[in-house]
């Protein structure tokens, strides 16, 4: 239960890089059931690892920073990934997680940036923050129905990524989960949403339709600022709040009806709207 740099000299696994070999660029595991925290943690010359059958758990940071590493296979056993397990695997095209994981942790794949190809399993309930920020690679992700909670900056800087449908149980979307998605077009926020998080689809240049749900009451934030493409928006009459910088930068937005329930409209709230002619 350590780390690969144990094995070379190294008392802590955050110094795996200076004493791992750089001719190292395989590792098969051949037994065990858990994967330590930072098993392979910055291993820069690693490629491929080859993981056992018998594995049930990898630890956090077990591939944080395995730059090269280009393939690994996660066993269908395994139920539980940490946070940043794979964090910076900058050459990782393709990972598929097995169907016991009920929970993405926080920064498992952040900053993948070759990442083209996610299979998540139908069994996800939560995905954690910042879970897939940064892979700027990947143009489409099938979120499972029965993903309830999306945290934090989790799709944010994905400026590949097109489309995306979110689940109509989801109850939860965290600021800035979409921020940065400059090239998605269009989406559909489910009706268990109530309050639109701050900076949520801020400087998604590409984005020309989002469709609200009835029972929304707050739009957080610089939540569509940025969106330089939006022409119109139907913003939904329970709505109460506006805040600050909602719609600043909004340059092709024409038109915005302003439900009679909204009771705080913030500063800036229009600012840069410059082709807005009704309102």
């Given at each position: 239960d350590c780390s690969l740099g144990y094995w070379f000299g190294a008392d802590q696994y955050e110094y795996n890089a200076a004493y791992v070999p750089a001719t190292l660029t395989e590792v098969t595991v051949t037994g065990g059931t858990s994967l330590a925290d930072g098993a392979f943690y910055h291993c820069p010359s690693l490629e491929r690892v080859i993981l056992p059958d018998t594995l049930t758990s990898i630890g956090q940071d077990a591939f944080c920073g395995c730059e090269n590493l280009t393939e690994i296979a996660?066993?269908?056993?395994?139920t539980s990934i940490g946070n940043d397990a794979f964090l910076r695997c900058e050459s990782l095209t393709e990972i598929t997680i097995p169907a016991g994981v009920t929970e993405i942790g926080w920064n498992i794949f952040e900053r993948c940036t070759a990442l083209t190809t996610i299979t998540l399993?139908?069994?996800?309930?939560?995905?954690g923050s910042y879970a897939f920020s940064g892979c700027s690679s990947l143009t489409e992700i099938e979120i499972p129905a029965g993903v309830t909670e999306?945290?934090?900056y989790?799709?944010?800087?994905?400026?590949s990524l097109t489309e995306i449908n979110i689940p109509s149980?989801?109850?939860?979307?965290a600021e800035s989960a979409f921020s940065g998605c400059s090239s998605l077009t269009e989406i559909t926020i489910p009706?268990?949403?109530?309050?639109?998080?701050g900076r949520m689809f801020y400087g998604c240049t590409a984005l020309r339709r989002v469709e609200l749900p009835s029972g929304l009451y707050s739009i957080g934030s610089s939540a569509f600022s940025g969106c330089s493409s939006l022409t119109e928006i139907n913003i939904p009459s329970g709505v109460m709040e506006i805040g600050n910088s909602v719609f600043n930068g909004c340059s092709s937005l024409t038109k915005i009806d302003i439900p009679s329930g909204v009771t705080s409209i913030e500063y800036s709230a229009f600012s840069g709207?410059?082709?807005?002619?009704?309102?």
């Open positions: 996660i066993p269908s056993g395994v399993p139908s069994g996800l309930t939560r995905i999306i945290g934090a989790v799709f944010s800087g994905c400026s149980g989801v109850t939860k979307i009706s268990g949403i109530r309050v639109l998080g709207c410059s082709s807005l002619t009704e309102i």
